[in-house]
């Protein structure tokens, strides 16, 4: 099924996963797995705008190497990258197996958890 589900909240229509985590106005409901259908609490968790960026489901439709923050440079090297707080951390490498290597590198240190 593609749907979510609501459910009625203080005389409110609310979603399930929100009810379920307790999320007040404002606050970002994570589905971990990026499933929107599966509410399981072991699935959900409070974070914030970032935390829910850094928990992306992949690489763009766009993206021509099919990894997520790789992409080949003009002169031919491959370039690994990781944006975070308003900045880019980049580095070049020659293959592109070394960029997605820093790019993963990158991720578990700056997301952790919420690493895509």
Do not use: C
Request: overall charge positive; aromatic content about 12%; hydrophobic content about 30%.
């Amino acid at each position: 099924m593609s749907y979510r589900r609501r459910v009625m909240r203080g005389g409110q229509t609310d979603y399930e996963y929100r009810i379920l985590t307790g999320a007040k106005a404002g606050q970002i409901v994570d589905h971990i797995d990026h499933d929107m259908t599966n509410n399981a609490p072991e699935n959900l968790r409070l974070t914030d705008k970032q935390g829910n960026g850094a928990n992306r489901a992949g690489a763009q439709r766009n993206n021509r190497s099919g990894h997520l923050g790789v992409s080949r440079r003009s002169n031919g090297t491959w370039i690994g990258y990781v944006h975070y707080r308003g900045k880019q951390y980049a580095r070049s490498f020659p293959t592109m197996q070394e960029a997605i290597d820093f790019r993963e590198w990158l991720a578990d240190e700056f997301f952790g958890a919420y690493k895509p």
